[in-house]
């Protein structure tokens, strides 16, 4: 099945890269912003990238607001500084809601994850709470966005997806195919978050450390994934 999927904040590095793996799979993709113009010159980029590839689905610039209502899927890919405000504003009842979302925080000693909540919370539970209305799953949270961009083929990881609805975790992990060339690996329900968003610090100390673009792989699964 192709989607319409609403990037928000895609005009970032992780919007951009997912955005084009979306696209590069046969889905239609609207990159959001908060002034279309810059919306769709990113959209111009993308589609350069995509020329020659035949099978690739439409990629156009919009608006936050307007690329959400013109698709059934809306992937969040926002810094989580202005998450709620954001979120909050967004037209989302009776969407699919894919957070992508990882509150982070840096000092001197490197990445680690913000405590959200008193600990008892996430970006994505934040999101569902915000927008009732909507299904909210967490997704790619730690896939490389200099990966998504600048690696040739499918990335070799897997993608981890959580939520509370299964039909709403089956669209992410249907997405994650273009990404990893298979399907996601459903890890459960949605206060899961609160462990993959801020793993993603770990990555990020692991890629500082061997100068490498690392990901996740699930072993030991005897269905295929």
């Known amino acids: ?3 319409r ?24 993709v609207v990159l959001g912003s908060r002034a279309a113009e810059k919306g769709e010159a990113v959209a111009a980029e993308v589609r350069d990238k995509l020329a020659g590839v035949a099978s690739a689905g439409e990629v156009s610039g919009a608006a936050n607001a307007d ?4 698709c059934d899927v809306v992937l969040l890919a926002i810094p989580y500084d202005g998450h709620d405000e954001l979120v909050a504003s967004l037209p989302l009842a009776g969407k699919t809601v894919i957070s992508c979302v990882n509150p982070l925080a840096f000092d001197k000693r490197g ?3 913000q405590i959200i909540n008193n600990g008892e ?5 934040s999101a569902q709470a915000l927008a009732p209305e909507a299904t909210v799953v967490g997704a790619f949270h730690n896939v490389s966005a200099v990966g998504l961009w600048e690696e040739p083929g499918d990335l070799d990881e897997d993608v981890i997806v959580v939520g509370d609805v299964v039909e709403a975790k089956e669209v992410a992990m249907a997405l994650a195919a273009s990404v990893t060339g298979r ?3 459903d890890g459960g329900k949605l206060r899961l978050a609160r462990q993959l968003e801020p793993f993603t610090a770990v990555l990020i100390s692991i890629n500082r450390k061997y100068k490498a673009h690392s990901g996740l792989r699930i ?3 005897s269905q295929p994934h």
């Open 1 to 3: 099945m192709k989607y």
């Open 5 to 28: 999927i609403a990037v928000i904040g895609g005009t970032g590095p992780q919007g951009k890269g997912l955005g084009y793996r979306f696209a590069k799979g046969g889905h239609t």
């Open 67 to 70: 690329a959400v209502e013109q």
């Open 111 to 113: 990445a680690h994850g």
């Open 121 to 125: 919370g996430s970006a994505a539970e």
């Open 183 to 185: 399907v996601g690996i």
């Open 219 to 221: 072993t030991g699964l």
